[in-house]
């Protein structure tokens, strides 16, 4: 007779379809040679400063303070590895965008990432990220173009939806999927976990094809 626990989904903390069994910080890589090639299947988190990135990746596994948040933008000044069920990682990247770092660190964020997005051959999914609430700005529209013209598997994630009345957020949404044709554009909230769901089943199916 099954657990009647396994009906609520209560040995499950996301409340998803994928159980995570273990979930561990791995490693920070501030250069090439730190990337961990291990042949593992990556999920990367893209996106502009203070967009949401850490605060997904946590949502998404249920763990509240594994990749660190920050109300200062420019947080994640590294690229962070996450070992999920010990079979794929969770890449959080650094944000881009954030006018008031340094010249010198801007450019070294585009270095870096640019390196790791045309370098990185065991990327399953690239999950770019644009604020709802916003027009997306010309540096997501960049790396949208470059998914698109480099055709990486991929979605976009639309954060911060909770902040918007469902009207507002389904005009944004509707002007995203205009300006952004070619991608999958999904809504997504960390405060209320909305669309946690819709987030996993594209992560499980790029881990399919791999
Ligand atoms: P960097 O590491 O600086 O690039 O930022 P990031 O993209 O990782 O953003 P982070 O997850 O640190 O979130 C930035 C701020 O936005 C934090 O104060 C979060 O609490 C807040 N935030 C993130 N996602 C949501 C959301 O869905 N809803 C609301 N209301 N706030 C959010
Ligand atoms: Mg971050």
Known sequence: MPDVRAWYGLFDPTGTK?????????????????????????????????VGKSSLLNSLLGRRGLARTSNTPGRTQSINYFLINDEFYFVDLPGYGYAKVS?????????????????????ALMVQLVDSRHEPTELDRQLNDWLIVNQRDHIVVATKSDKLSSNM???????????????????????????RDEVWTEIERALKKT
């Open 18 to 50: 994928m159980k995570i069994t273990s979930a561990e910080f791995v490693r920070s890589a501030f250069d090439r040679k730190h990337w961990i090639t291990d042949g593992r299947p990556e999920i990367a988190f893209l996106g502009r400063s203070n």
């Open 103 to 123: 010249k010198s660190m801007r450019s070294e964020w585009g270095t870096m990432a640019r390196e790791y997005l045309s370098g990185q051959t065991a990327v």
């Open 169 to 195: 957020l389904t005009t944004q949404l509707a002007a995203k999927r205009k300006l952004l044709s070619e991608s999958k554009v999904l809504p997504f909230s960390s405060s209320n976990a909305k669309g």
